[in-house]
């Protein structure tokens, strides 16, 4: 872990703390190619609830729709809230993002619940002037 004093700069942390809330609003409107776009051309998203990884703007878009068509069938809303972002550097242009995430489901006139707790452990990288996603690496705090 990084010492406090070897940080990364404030204009850094709030272009990186817009990346994350910009991806949990994309994914849970239904922006599925735009939320695919905010990881790299080969970025990676590494989780135990899906069978394999999924990898490349392509896929990425695939499996964001899928995610929303799922909530969807349920008649519910999901909604990804990050919290805890911590931010150090890894590397030239490199970052290693984590963060707490969690999927929150509301039926439709109904109540809301919990629907999973994870970390996010994210390798980020300058890609075209702008921060990217390399490689996401979610944990599940019930696995």
């Known amino acids: 872990m990084t010492r ?3 940080g990364v700069d404030a204009g850094t942390l709030v272009q990186i703390h817009q990346l994350y809330g910009l991806q949990s609003h994309l ?3 239904g922006s599925a190619r735009a939320w695919a776009e905010t990881f790299t051309p ?3 998203f590494c989780s ?4 394999a990884p999924v ?3 392509d896929d990425l878009e695939a499996f964001a729709e899928r995610f929303r068509a799922g909530a969807h069938a349920a008649g519910e809303v999901h909604r990804h809230v990050v919290t805890n972002v911590a931010v150090e ?3 030239d242009d490199t970052l290693r993002v984590r963060a707490y995430l969690q999927i929150v489901a509301t039926a439709r006139g109904g109540e809301s619940r919990l629907v999973r707790f994870t970390t996010l452990d994210d390798l980020v ?3 075209d002037g702008a921060w990217r ?3 996401r690496s979610v944990t599940r705090d019930d696995a």
């Not at 135990?48 to 069978?51: A, E, G, L, R």
């Open 133 to 135: 996603i390399a490689r």
């Open 48 to 51: 135990p609830t899906y069978p």
């Open 4 to 6: 406090i004093d070897e």
């Open 42 to 44: 080969d970025g990676e």
């Open 89 to 91: 550097p890894a590397g």
């Open 125 to 127: 990288v300058r890609h």
């Open 55 to 57: 990898t490349g703007h």
């Open 27 to 29: 994914i849970d409107d």
